[in-house]
Each structure stands twice: as C-alpha cells, then as structure tokens.
C-alpha cells in the first residue's frame, strides 16, 4: 500500500482520535484550573483543617504515575461500588493531575513576589485576602502563565495513556490503524506530527496569553 492509499484510508480514524485527544485536554484544563486555584488558594491562605489535606493530594499525585492513577479510577473504584465510564474516568484523571501540578506552579508563583508587595497590602489597609486578590495575585498570574500553559501541552501529550481504557483517541485510533495496515512507520510518524501540531498551536496561545497579561511599555 503506498502512502497517499494509507493515509487516504487513515485519515478518517486519525482526525476522530484527534478530536478526542483535544476533548480530554482541553476539559481537564478547563475543569483543573480552578481546582489548581482551589488548592493554592487553601495551601497559601493556610486554611485550617484542609491546608495539610491538599499538601497530601499534591504529594499523591505528584508521587505516582498517571497511568497507575488512571487504572485506580477506571479499574479500582467498581471495587466499591463506583463506575465510571472510560471518557469520564479519563477526564476525572487528568483533572486531578494537572490541577496539582498547576497548583505548584500557581503557588511557586505566589512565593515568588516580594514580601514587600504583601506589606504593601496590610499598610494600605487590605486583609490578607484583599492583598492575595488585588496586589499579589496579578504579579503571580504573570509570573505562570508560561508554566501553566506548559502544563497544557504535556497534557496533551499525556491524553495518549487513555488509551489503555480503550478509548479511541490519537494513540489507540494508530495502534488500531496499524493492527490492520502493518504500516507501523509511517503512522506513527503521521501521529506524531498530528501532536506536534497540536502542541505548536497551544504555543501560540501561551505567546498570546504572555501579551495579554504582560506589564505595560
């Protein structure tokens, strides 16, 4: 089979697995993100009772492999009576995964601006809260914007472990391509520029995002 044959008969399942590798990315980005600013906020804030919960939740995720966390939610949970179904539980995943490691970011941030800007708060009469709101927060917000949209693009790349809960994004839509081609090369290429692509393009919005918060010239 030539390639233009290949691709032509590729395409199809190729462009579908795509579409649910961007599902996956982008709700875990949009449903982790305010949990990563949830859990920053508690751990900064040092809420009482929950603050040492999410340190542990970050330690958690941090310390295991997605794939294990993966086979916890979709495998483990019908143990006691949770099912969830393979996109649900791919989602929920992800979620929980990048919203820790966003929350480090987010926090690592925080401790980066200068304690005089949180003094600068309390002698302009602000709480803590007001000072993390209206004085902290938007340096902070500058300072991640590179990290977190970082974390977006391994996202995407981190969608391809799905897979093994058998749904069909990019990774298991070329395995299954390939079980009936035997044109192991060529489609592995193709499913690597299909994720180069997607990752160049979600550069462009971090380079849009960096301007949009960028300080004033």
Not at 45 to 71: C, E, H, K
Not at 74 to 80: A, E, K, R
Not at 90 to 97: D, M
Request: hydrophobic letters at 50%; proline letters at 5%; glycine letters at 6%.
């Amino acid at each position: 089979m030539d390639l233009a044959s290949l691709f032509a008969l590729a395409w199809p399942m190729l462009l579908k697995g795509t579409g649910y590798t961007l599902m996956f990315a982008v709700a875990s980005m949009i449903f982790g993100l305010p949990l990563a600013g949830l859990v920053t906020l508690i751990r900064v804030l040092q809420v009482w009772g929950l603050s040492n919960l999410m340190a542990v939740y970050v330690s958690v995720i941090r310390g295991t492999p997605l794939l294990v966390q993966i086979f916890i939610f979709y495998y483990g949970l019908p143990s006691v009576g949770i099912e969830l179904s393979p996109i649900t539980a791919g989602i929920l995943t992800l979620t929980l995964n990048v919203a820790a490691y966003m929350s480090e970011t987010l926090r690592g941030s925080i401790n980066s601006v200068t304690q005089g800007q949180w003094q600068a708060g309390t002698s302009l009469g602000l709480t803590r809260d007001q000072t993390l709101r209206y004085v902290v927060g938007p340096q902070a917000l500058r300072a991640a914007v590179p990290s977190l949209s970082n974390s977006l693009i391994s996202l995407i790349k981190d969608t391809s472990l799905v897979s093994v809960i058998a749904v069909t994004e990019l990774m298991l839509a070329t395995k299954e391509l390939i079980s009936t081609t035997f044109q192991p090369f060529p489609l592995y290429l193709g499913a690597a520029a299909i994720y180069w692509v997607l990752s160049l393009s979600f550069e462009q919005i971090q380079r849009w995002m960096e301007k949009r918060v960028a300080y004033p010239h």
